[in-house]
């Protein structure tokens, strides 16, 4: 059972940065592909970036591409999304998820996560 805690999150106005991390414990950190999804108000939950078990291979969402990236730390068993000029509309709850995966590929799909965080509430103040 992998358990999974976000932090960072936060108010920033349009045009700053935050950066989110992302600890998992309970599992063996290099063994797990990871991402990073985000729900607004009154939307549905969606994709915002993945990373392999490696490290070597990411996606990202269009809309956060150029923006923010994605990165993991596999000796301290954590995942970074850093977000530089940021919107009003990336203001959500983000959370991060894990899926047990050795493949080169990461995984884009929501439902492919085993694990998921309880999320850290960003706010882009405009």
């Known amino acids: 059972q992998v358990q999974l805690v976000e932090s960072g999150g936060g108010l920033v106005q349009a045009g700053g940065s935050l950066r989110l991390s992302c600890a998992a414990s309970g599992g063996t950190g290099s063994t797990y592909a990871m991402g990073w999804f985000r729900q607004a108000h009154g939307k549905e939950r969606e994709f915002v970036a993945a990373i392999n078990w490696s490290g070597r291979s990411t996606n990202y969402a269009d809309s956060v591409k150029g923006r923010f990236t994605i990165s993991r730390d596999n000796a301290k068993n954590a995942l970074y999304l850093q977000m530089n000029s940021l919107k009003p509309e990336d203001a959500a709850v983000y959370y991060c998820?894990?899926?047990?995966?050795?493949?080169?590929?990461?995984?884009?799909?929501?439902?492919?996560?085993?694990?998921w965080g309880q999320g850290a509430q960003v706010i882009v103040s405009s």
């Open positions: 998820a894990a899926k047990y995966s050795t493949l080169t590929r990461v995984h884009v799909r929501e439902d492919e996560y085993d694990y």
